[in-house]
């Protein structure tokens, strides 16, 4: 079944220490992305990839790593969570991220940091 | 920068009412796409607009693109419960990057 899997679904953490949110898809595509999202603001873009080992910021990425070293995983790296940081994280995958594709998401990852 | 502005946030209706949901943009896109997400869930497709003036349907749900192509419409005829949930339009901006709006959440009253 084709899909985005994230793991772990749900994360309750302490401020400053580090977390690895897991991303992968098993469609082959190019383009993936991380969303937070958070009441009232809908879904703000974090970091995206193009592709293997290309990534770029998208709107709100402090305090936020990303990785890209195979097409499949995308993982979100917080290196010293913050309460601020306390939302609902979206992966999202395209074939190649231009115009009139659709983005297939992952189930979310609820963090609450403390 | 650029935005989609998404109202309303929020829109009460009895099971049976119609139910409208606007986007706008600051700058014209390349095209535009709709998400629903239920609650508890992730955010879905439901269907893109390139053209326009562009006009879809999808059962009881109408998508418009205007004319100058900086906003567009989702309108739910005769809302049942499954119709529940926020729904998402999303701009391409000519750089190819999606551009969302905050969402309208869709409730039914009891």
């Known amino acids: 079944e084709a899909q985005v899997t994230q793991n772990p679904r749900y994360l309750i953490t302490v401020t400053g220490k580090k977390l690895t949110v897991t991303c992968s898809q098993n469609?082959?595509?190019?383009?993936m992305s991380w969303y937070r999202q958070d009441p009232g603001l809908g879904l703000r873009q974090i970091y995206y990839?193009?592709?293997?080992?290309?990534?770029d910021k998208g709107d709100v990425p402090e305090g936020y790593k990303v990785s890209r070293k195979e097409k499949r995983n995308f993982p979100l790296i917080l290196e010293s969570p913050s309460p601020n940081q306390t939302s609902l994280y979206f992966c999202?995958?395209?074939?190649?991220?231009?115009?009139?594709?659709?983005?297939?998401f992952g189930p979310g990852t609820r963090l609450l940091v403390l | 920068g650029q935005q989609v502005m998404q109202i309303p946030q929020y829109q009460h209706v009895q099971e049976g009412e119609d139910f409208t949901t606007y986007c706008n943009s600051s700058?014209?896109?390349?095209?535009i796409q709709w998400y629903k997400q239920r609650p508890g869930g992730h955010p879905v497709f439901l269907i893109q607009?390139?053209?326009s003036g562009e006009v879809k349907k999808q059962k009881r749900l109408t998508f418009q693109f205007g004319e100058a192509k900086k906003n567009s419409s989702l309108h739910i005829t005769a809302t049942q419960t499954t119709d529940v949930g926020t729904y998402f339009c999303?701009?391409?901006?000519?750089?190819?990057?999606?551009?969302w709006g905050a969402g309208t959440k869709l409730i039914i009253k009891p």
């Open positions: 990839s193009m592709n293997v080992e290309v990534t």
């Open positions: 469609m082959n595509h190019e383009y």
């Open positions: 700058t014209t896109l390349s095209n």
């Open positions: 999202a995958s395209s074939p190649t991220g231009r115009r009139g594709e659709t983005q297939y």
């Open positions: 607009l390139v053209k």
């Open positions: 999303a701009g391409r901006d000519s750089n190819y990057q999606l551009i």
